[in-house]
């Protein structure tokens, strides 16, 4: 899986989402992070290794706290991704206002078909 | 979703883009090969399709060919379709992710006014989520890692 396919696909899931908003205020232990969620200990953490495998956050060495940090580069992937796309439809909405005019010009204004 | 919409581009393509034509006309234009091929892609590409099923379900695959002989493909399925006001399908480049697609078309003045938006997540579920600790959108947390990332 490419790192893009790999970053949406952790970023698919609301909990992961959730947690890495959290992380955008600063670098939080896993204890911290679980507090809010009704789901245990052991969920978070396997939340978290999708999340550091994705490279979407990295953990401190400290074996008994190992804290969380948010790594923002895979989401900063998403949004440029997304924005590739914009030249594409811009050259097609030009195009297609051309291709309205001259259907009118063709008296063929009325949507039929 | 309340208070997100300018936080929104950052990850959501959007546009919006009026056109001299009634919003018949430009609902037919995305509606049928025979209209579609006219303007699908960018300047000076052509485009051909296999298939454009229009109907919600319905699926669709098109090529599109650039100037220097470079080919590429895309394909996706309807997810809605409200004459003539709405159209929702998704789409994806070959070997790409999906992404979701929704154009809105809507009378302004004597002509029409089109709303485009493209996400990634063509799954609703993925995309917004209540039951998490924070219900956090996507778009919310993509903004706000970008600003702090412009600060640093």
Known sequence: ?113 | MAGTDAARAYYALEMTRSFDAPPALVFKAWSSKEHLLRWWGPKDFTATSERLEFREGGSYRHTIHGPDGTSYGMSGVYREIVEPERIVFTFAWDDEPETLVTVTIRPEGNGTRLTFRQEPFADAASRDSHESGWGECLDRLVAEIVRQGEQA
Do not use: N
């Open chain 1, 1 to 113: 899986m490419d790192r893009l396919s790999q970053t949406l696909s952790a970023l698919a899931d609301p909990t992961r989402r959730a947690i890495l908003s959290r992380l955008s205020r600063g670098e939080t232990t896993v204890k911290d992070l679980a507090a809010p969620f009704r789901i245990s200990l052991p969920a978070i953490s396997r939340h978290l290794k999708v999340l550091e495998h994705a490279g979407l956050i990295t953990r401190g060495q400290d074996a008994q706290w190992r804290p969380c940090r948010l790594e923002a580069a895979p989401l900063k992937g998403v949004a440029d991704w997304v924005e590739r796309y914009r030249a594409f439809w811009e050259g097609g909405f030009d195009r297609l206002d051309d291709y309205l005019t001259e259907l009118q010009s063709k008296g063929d204004s009325d949507g039929r078909h």
